[in-house]
T-cell receptor, first 113, second 113 residues
Framework: AQTVTQSQPEMSVQEAETVTLSCTYD???????LFWYKQPPSRQMILVIR??????QNATENRFSVNFQKAAKSFSLKISDSQLGDAAMYFC??????????FGTGTRLQVFP | DAGVIQSPRHEVTEMGQEVTLRCKPISGHNSLFWYRQTMMRGLELLIY????????DSGMPEDRFSAKMPNASFSTLKIQPSEPRDSAVYFCASSPDTGDGYTFGSGTRLTVV
């Protein structure tokens, strides 16, 4: 069965600085998708970024980018120029081509002014 | 599009009562998912439907839980009878097809006293 591991329960960053959240996963499949979701205190789950496993190029969405290392089964999220509004829980998630979305346990990000 | 719509946003009920949570997916999305989020267990997939048909209900905790999707625009999750350990945030999410990220509703916070 697939698993997703986020080893950092909490992280903190100063405004305008850069922070990287870690995620590793375990799978025997070759075709799958990876995601990062953000959950602010409002509890809304917001899709931040998406990566297809067959693409070597790392996905980027404005200040958010990923470092996808398929062989190492690693999928980290980098947030550049951090803003106070980035403070939230961040969940890494895995979805196979034909299956359900499996979440990690989350990383709570604090942003200090 | 109004997104995934869940109701109610909050529900407080007494132990033993029946609880029904409702979800309207995004029009055109053919997959619908029910998740439960707790501090102890994180985000757990309870059940998912594809084209209104239940595909995997292995996450449903016990027979007290049931879910239906009578048509493409409506789904319910019912708990009968409810117990205090059912207290959690219940999310509904929908997806257009395999590989895309899910769009989540704003969740229902259920408190069973």
């Amino acid at each position: 069965a697939q698993t997703v591991t986020q080893s950092q329960p909490e992280m903190s960053v100063q405004e305008a600085e850069t922070v990287t959240l870690s995620c590793t996963y375990d799978t025997s499949e070759s075709d799958y998708y990876l995601f990062w979701y953000k959950q602010p205190p409002s509890r809304q789950m917001i899709l931040v970024i998406r990566q297809e496993a067959y693409k070597q190029q790392n996905a980027t969405e404005n200040r958010f980018s990923v470092n996808f290392q398929k062989a190492a089964k690693s999928f980290s999220l980098k947030i550049s120029d951090s803003q106070l509004g980035d403070a939230a829980m961040y969940f890494c998630a895995y979805r196979s081509a034909t299956d359900k979305l499996i979440f990690g346990t989350g990383t709570r990000l604090q942003v200090f002014p | 599009d109004a997104g995934v719509i869940q109701s109610p946003r909050h529900e407080v009920t007494e132990m033993g009562q029946e609880v029904t949570l409702r979800c309207k997916p995004i029009s055109g999305h053919n997959s619908l998912f029910w998740y439960r989020q707790t501090m102890m267990r994180g985000l757990e997939l309870l059940i998912y439907f594809n084209n209104n048909v239940p595909i995997d209900d292995s996450g449903m905790p016990e027979d007290r839980f049931s879910a239906k999707m009578p048509n493409a625009s409506f789904s319910t999750l019912k708990i009968q009878p409810s117990e205090p350990r059912d207290s959690a945030v219940y999310f509904c999410a929908s997806s257009p097809d395999t590989g895309d990220g899910y769009t989540f509703g704003s969740g229902t916070r259920l408190t069973v006293v």
